[in-house]
Each structure stands twice: as C-alpha cells, then as structure tokens.
DNA sequence: GCGAATTCAGACACCGCTGTCAGACGGTGA
DNA sequence: TCACCGTCTGACAGCGGTGTCTGAATTCGC
C-alpha cells in the first residue's frame, strides 16, 4: 500500500514532524537523523501526498500556465519552456487553455485559484492583456509572470523580447536586399505584439526613405487561411510588392502557397519573410527567413522569476535572432 | 477572503454536511434546501478546495495526460481532445510529458500517482507501449486508457485507428493513379503504429501484383530532417519511385523540400502522401494528400471511457479519411 | 391506523500533512 | 556556577472537506 509520512517516522524512529523537516529541507535537522529518514523514505518509496501538503501548508506545489489558442508550435514551445522549469523545481504544472473572448474568463480564473490553490500563474500572450484576469490576480495577490505583454509593462513582472526591433531588423534586410515595394501582413488585433511588429516595419521604412503604402499592408489572424487571403489580395495590386514580410510563420507559409499556386518562384520573383521561426520555418519550402523567437526561453524564464520571487516588479528582455534562409533575395531585374 | 464550506453551511442554515451532499450532487437533499444551500454558494462565490477533496474523499477530480514528445501539432490535438473531455467532467488535467527511453520511467509515473492521486490516465502513444509503465499502472489497478496502442490490445481499454487499413488505403489510391514504383518512408522504431503503416503498404502492394523492393523503402523518425534524408536516398536510385508514401506528415514536408531542391515537380513527375493530416499538410504546397486520423476525438474518446468507467475493458475504433489535396496526381508518360 | 421503509439532515471522526510552541541538550560568556 | 543561546526534536491542533452512523420526519402498505 501506498506509504504515509507516519510509516516513515515509525521506520526511521522519528516523529513525523521530523521527517516533514526533511521533506521540505528544512533547519535544524541533525545530519544522522536525516540520513536515517531519507533512507526509510527511499525504502519504502515514499511519495508525500500532495493534496495534504497543500491543505496544511501554504504551498501547493503546483504552478498554473494559462493560454489561448493559437499556434500550436508557439503553445508546444511555451508549455516546453515552463514545464522544464518547473521539473526543476519539483513543482506540477497545470496547464490551462482559456478563450480570452469569454466574459466568464476572470471568474473562470478566480476558480481555478481557489480550488487548486496554485502557487504562481504564468499567462501567455493574448491573455497576458485580458484586463480582468489581471485585476482578479491584482486583486488575490497572487504572484505571477506574463510573457509578451503589450501593455502596462511597468505594473507586473514579464518577460519579453523586443517585437518592434525585430520587425524593425527584417524589414532593414529586405531593403538592403534591394526591395523597395515590401508587403506587410499584420497579426492577430487580440495580440499587442501585432501592433509593435507593424511599428516596426513603418520605423524601418521611414529611416530608409521609403513611403509608406497603406494599401501595401494587410490585416491578418495569425493563420495560414489569412496570410494566404492577404497574399491575394496584395499580388493583385497593380504593382504588387516584390517582398511580403507575414508576422508570423503560419501566414508566411500562406503566401508562399498562393505563390506557387500563381508559379511564382520564391525567392527570385517573391521574396517572403515570416516571424516566430517555429518548425513550420524549416517545414516549408523554401524554407523561411524569419525571426527567431526564443519562444522556450521566454517561457523558462516566465518560470524562473515566479520562483525566485524577488519582491519587487522584474523584466527580463530575450534576445531575437534574424535566420536568414531560402525564402528571401534580391529582387529580379 | 476565501469562502469555505462551512462559510456556505452558515449562510444557508444548514449543516457543513449537507452543503458537501450539494456540492456531489448526493441524493436525499430536499428541493429547498438544495436552492438556499446554491444560493449560498453563488452569494459566496465559493469554490471547494481540491486538496480538502482529495484528501479526505476518494476522487482528486484530476486526471493525467502522458505523452513523449513527437510532432507538436498531434500532442496539441490530443491534449484538446482530452482537455475538452475534462471540461465537461469537471476534472483538471495534469499534462504530463515523459521520455519513453528513460530508465525511471515507470517509477516516475509510480510517483506521480501517489503525490497527486489522480482518478486515472491517459496515455498517448508511444508510452502505450512502455511495459514498465503498463506494469505499473496494471499494479496500483488505477484506470487508464491508451491512445492507438500497438500491443496487447485485449489487456486494457483503448481507442485507435486501423492503421494498417489507412495505409493501405493510401497506398491503393498511388496505385489506382497508376503508379507502380512506390516509395515508402518507415515512421519511428518506437511507435508500434509504423509497423502497421508499413504492413498496410506491403498488403495493397500485394493486392495489386507490385512485386516489393526493400530498396525502396527507407527508415524514418517522423521528423522533417528522416523524411528528407529518406526521399534524398529514394531519388538518388538508379530507377527512383514514382511516389513516395511517407508514415506522417512532417516526413512527407522533408520529401517535398528535397523534391523542391531539386527542381522535381510535385505532382508532375513525383507524387507525394503523407500519414495524420495535421495542419501542416495543408501549410505546404501543394497540399498534401494524407490519411486524416481522427486525433482530437481519439482523444476525446479516450477520455470518455475514462469516465464512463464501464467495468470492464473496452475498445473504440475510430474512422480515418483519405484526404485527397494536390500532392497526387497520375505519373508522367 | 400502525409498523416499516424511505427521505432528509446533522454529529463526528479522520484523510496526511504543516505551523506553532515548548522542551531537551550541549556549549558559551560573565 | 548560572543564565542564556543556538541547535535539534516532538506534541498537538488544525487545514477543508468526505464517509459513516445515527436519528427525526415523512410516506407507504395493508
């Protein structure tokens, strides 16, 4: 049968408070007696029941990563990233798929606290600017991380990488490739990091010289339908752009079909450019210059601050990384 | 603060115990009595602690996912399907990923088990196949049910697909288009499912009086680098196949980007299939034709007969698809 | 109209740990 | 020598619910 902290004292011929010491490597536990209650513990495979744990202490061991749908590589990256971390630790993640649309979400959030009694939550963008799940946590005290936020970047801890900057960067090498006609396909309005990536693209543009086309710029969701509508609609223009630089990788991927459906070849007549470098990036063909995003890091360190929980606010920026591979080249002629 | 049980006992009058027969939904609690005792509840807004749950009831209103890394998308799917399941159960889902190579594996899960006390398991291939860990389940005589497992199908309970049919499928449709030269990539050595794929291949191979080549059929790791490689040796024959048949999606994205590379037209002079139909058949052009497998509702299924805790063992085959896209056509000449 | 079955509600122990407090012990400074 | 401190260990009371048992009120069969 499954093995109580009781039979453990009783093997080790301790009391039980003893072994919770060692349990939770606590002081004051003389050096003999913990070798004696480690080895009962390892002897009679003893695992703590986690629901006691959390009932008398005031942990419970368990992290929370909430998230909306989208990319599935991005969500893979994230869960990857904070479940290593919390390995580390010792500590359970749950993993939380929300609809940020839903106007239960800050209650739904509220309940998942107080019946689990989570120690720390990790909220990935877009929910990481859904107003009322941040007063609900504002308002429990409960400490947590956003990663990629886009707005109120001073009131909480987060980590995130510099979005404007990166587009900033593709946008650049695109013009020193040559192109002067660039299309821009924008992200998910849900997500600020869509808002920060157009910027980007407009900031490169200007230091370049280069008017700004609205009818160059395209609205997006994030998906491949949407970065192939807008791929449509921009190779239709009377003088279509010579580069499209999609905001992220799945819409990339979108343009590159109408592409090769329309036999244009890529990179010599298109040059595309997408965003996130997910394994979609190598999947394609060819495969996309894009921008590394250390989606796993980020997601790491969203952990790592919850536990080291300094104090105060914290941010930690990640360093982007532009991949250059098949997809983008001077323009013909 | 936080309402307790004894909290809502108070507001509506009753005792603690009747508020808890509310809360499981126990029989003999008057109309009434049940209407002050939800009123209460929601005035509150109470939410019953897990852990109090868990530890002194039978049920910890948690179940557990576990799976080995591979592709992304399928994990997405199948944690969706799982996750959608619980929702309407009312249960929290602790996604757990493991490495199926590890030594420890089957204590870990041991370990799991105890610290958390889950009401029962998921298991998603390839861990469906782990001995140690069937052992160990099969041991504690906690529920669980497996995802398209490859072995001892009559032991426990478990929702599939035919794969071998699937791919037989596939393969008869290259053969009804008229190809003769047929390449196969083989899927993961771990996954008991590239057994049936190839098996399936081999069958429709023998039906229709194609003699097989072993040349002609390369090993695979389900990832984008396996199924280049594979196609990279397949076009290098001296007489190169006509069609390549790879046992997932991801492989089949490596052949087309070789086929790419090397100015092949797809599906003028090569025709390629692909195995899962995840999103990434259709965000490479051309769109693959590939076996649809019902991921989500296997997933979703799975779960169900988690809850549904029939006595006994049972199985659920589920239907697959040939989705027909752009990738197949008639060879050349 | 009366005993028995059924419906309803509460008292109480306890699930397996942690927090608090108090006690024992040996070493230290005055 | 004594008071005092740092170190080590145990007793004990919960944490917030559920399972079991017991008892009262109601319905039912004949």
Redesign the pocket.
């Known amino acids: 049968m ?5 039979d ?2 009783r093997a080790a ?9 060692v ?2 490597k ?9 070798e004696r209650v480690e080895a009962a513990m390892t002897a009679l495979n ?4 986690l ?3 959390t ?5 419970s061991f368990q992290i929370a990563l909430i998230y909306d749908n989208h990319s599935p590589f991005y969500i893979h990256q994230i869960q990857e990233g904070v479940w290593a971390r919390c390995r580390q630790e010792g500590v359970r993640m749950l993993a939380q798929p929300v609809d940020v649309a839903s106007p239960t979400l800050a209650r739904e959030v509220g309940g998942l606290i107080d019946e689990t009694r989570v120690d720390g939550i990790v909220l990935s963008s877009p929910v990481t600017d859904a107003a009322p799940v941040l007063a609900e946590l504002e308002r429990r005290g409960i400490p947590f991380v956003r990663i990629s936020p886009g707005t109120n970047h001073a009131l909480t801890s987060s980590v995130f990488m510099d979005d404007a900057q990166a587009a900033d960067d593709m946008t650049t090498h695109l013009v020193n490739l040559g192109h002067r006609r660039i299309g821009f396909v924008i992200g998910h309005p849900n997500h600020m990091a869509s808002d920060q990536r157009l910027f980007g693209y407009r900031r490169a543009l200007d230091r370049a010289g280069i008017a700004y086309e609205p009818e160059l710029v395209r609205p997006g969701l994030f998906d491949f339908a949407s970065g192939a509508a807008a791929a449509e609609a921009l190779l239709a223009l009377p003088a279509p752009p010579t580069a499209i630089f999609a905001s992220n990788d799945d819409m990339a991927a979108g343009v590159l079909a109408v592409a090769h459906d329309r036999g244009i070849p890529v990179p010599a007549r298109l040059s595309v450019a997408g965003f996130d470098d997910t394994e979609l990036a190598r999947a394609v063909w060819p495969p996309l210059t894009t921008i590394r995003q250390p989606t796993r890091d980020l997601a790491y360190t969203a952990a790592s601050l919850l536990f080291e929980k300094s104090d105060g606010v914290e941010h930690r920026r990640l360093q982007h990384d532009l991949m250059t591979r098949g997809s983008t080249a001077r323009p013909a002629g």
Chains 1, 2 share one sequence.
Not at 13 to 21: A, D, L, Y
């Open positions: 499954r093995a109580t902290i009781s453990v004292a011929g301790v009391s039980i408070k003893t072994v919770s010491r349990l939770n606590e002081r004051y536990v003389g050096a003999a007696t913990r003893f695992s703590p029941s629901a006691a744990r009932l008398a202490g005031s942990r």
